[in-house]
């Protein structure tokens, strides 16, 4: 009886401090994530609602020679975004190259299937999806599927000088997961190098969220866009942000498994990942689901620290500025979006 008397009491204790630790917990991220009236009232007046392709007709995204979007992996209104903005940049700049977080032997097979206008190969589109899964499992569902169908169709319309082709910059091997970014770039730099009148092309991409991000991070570390950057290249950088939305997680050895291969976890207001001002999006967003920011604005706050960047993450690592003191150093647009279900599988 003593020993059960003292076993309840150390359970007691312990579970006394997990309670104490979430509440404190809890209380730091909320005040992490808080809104700041400056913030708020510099986005209620720069901000578009673009939740439909017709309101992002009316973008003014400014000029440059690469588009980088950013995503967490997963969501399925990321991929219908994608589309809308390579049509968008391909009308408005002539932005031709669709620059894709894959290898270049997967690029090659879109651009096979992109290319035959007569006859679409969809066994060839699902081969290859079902290749890129091994590189990025979250992006590989139906929506991607039907993305790419969607950008083959629009090929059709287009001159042959105004059509979108890829360049795969990824590794060859799926597994290798260290310096990635260095290996993109040198990829991108050795297809950019023997593209003809090369100081005109526009180059377009969507890629992991840290990819971005146009300075150094903690440890000194140099994401793709800041290599891009150093090449004298200008780059937009859009991030986008979730909340109250699902990302698709497959049956995988790297993945915990959920019901119906989707979860909550993901958002960037909790209960895993917290960004940095995220309320400041939230506040100022109103009623819309998906609503773009311009960061880089006359007057704008974000030019004296990092809002926006700094994400805390309680099962990996954070993400946070090496150096820099200011968030238009990493990005220029931000994208909140707001419910959305996860990609499905493909049928």
């Keep these: 009886m003593k020993i059960l008397k003292k076993t309840m009491k150390i359970l007691g204790i312990l579970l006394l401090i997990i ?30 609602d673009i939740s439909s392709s017709q309101k992002l007709e ?15 992996h997963g969501v399925k209104d990321v991929q219908k975004l994608d589309e809308k903005m390579i049509f968008y940049l391909n009308k408005k700049y002539g932005v031709t190259y669709y620059v894709a977080e894959m290898s270049n032997k997967l690029a090659s097979q879109l651009n096979e299937y992109l290319s035959n206008e007569k006859e679409e190969n969809t066994a060839l589109l699902r081969r290859t999806i079902n290749e890129f899964s091994e590189y990025i499992p979250q992006q590989a569902g139906q929506e991607y599927y039907e993305k790419w169908r969607n950008i083959r169709k629009y090929n059709i319309t287009r001159r042959p000088e105004d059509k979108i082709q890829v360049i795969g910059v990824d590794v060859a091997d799926p597994s290798m997961t260290v310096g990635r970014d260095s290996i993109m770039y040198n990829n991108f730099i050795e297809a950019y190098n023997v593209i003809p009148n090369k100081e005109n092309a526009k180059f377009y991409g969507l890629f992991g969220h840290a990819h971005i991000l146009q300075d150094k991070l903690l440890g000194n570390t140099e994401p793709f866009a800041y290599r891009l950057k150093q090449h004298k290249l200008k780059v937009i950088s859009i991030a986008s942000y979730t909340i109250d939305s699902y990302t698709y997680l497959p049956d995988s050895d790297n993945y915990p498994k959920v019901p119906d291969n989707k979860s909550k976890w993901f958002n960037l207001n909790g209960p895993l990942f917290y960004l940095s001002g995220i309320n400041d999006l939230i506040e100022s967003s109103g009623v819309e689901r998906e609503v773009l920011f311009k960061l880089n604005n006359n007057k704008s706050p974000y030019l004296f620290d990092t809002r926006l ?20 150093n990493f990005i220029q647009y931000a994208i909140l979006i707001k419910k959305s279900e996860s990609l499905s599988p493909l049928k």
């Design 309 to 328: 960047i700094n994400i805390k993450n309680l099962i990996g690592k954070n993400i946070s500025p090496y150096n820099s003191k200011s968030t238009l």
């Design 58 to 72: 009316d973008l003014n995204i400014e000029h440059a020679d690469f588009y980088l979007l950013g995503e967490n």
């Design 19 to 48: 309670v104490l630790f979430s509440i404190i917990t809890g209380i730091l991220n909320r005040n992490f994530i808080k809104s700041k009236k400056e913030y708020v009232d510099y986005l209620k007046n720069n901000k578009i």
